[in-house]
Nanobody, 124 residues
Framework: EVELVESGGALVQPGESLRLSCKAS????????AGWFRQAPGKEREFVAA????????FYSDSVKGRFTISRDDAKSAMYLEMDNLQGEDTAVYYC?????????????????WGKGTLVNVSS
């Protein structure tokens, strides 16, 4: 059974940093593209960042570019999202996504999986 478990969500103040983790099991993680999505209260789920197999290419939404960094450690079947200078608009549940393929930097295709999410709350 494939399982993606996110962790690292917390309540932080504006300007602070946070690191999210996604641990995969039941899947050959190194053979999958991976990424992060988020869903704010009352809004649709949106793309945040993605990383190709091997970690050679990364992609970001305009709203997080320059503040967030996605990375992966295939030896640990894990993916990370380093988030700097967090703002109120970053408040959301963050979801881990893995899929067989990635097209156009944000469109996952093939067999796909979701994690259950971790809450990031940015508030003073």
């Amino acid at each position: 059974e494939v399982e993606l478990v996110e962790s690292g969500g917390a309540l932080v103040q504006p300007g602070e940093s946070l690191r999210l983790s996604c641990k995969a099991s039941g899947v050959a993680f190194s053979g999958y593209a991976a990424g992060w999505f988020r869903q704010a209260p009352g809004k649709e789920r949106e793309f945040v960042a993605a990383i190709h197999r091997g970690g050679s290419d990364t992609f970001y939404s305009d709203s997080v570019k320059g503040r967030f960094t996605i990375s992966r450690d295939d030896a640990k079947s894990a993916m990370y999202l380093e988030m700097d200078n967090l703002q109120g608009e970053d408040t959301a549940v963050y979801y881990c996504r893995v899929a067989q393929g990635l097209e156009g930097g944000r469109n996952f295709y093939g067999v796909k999986y979701w994690g259950k999410g971790t809450l990031v709350n940015v508030s003073s």
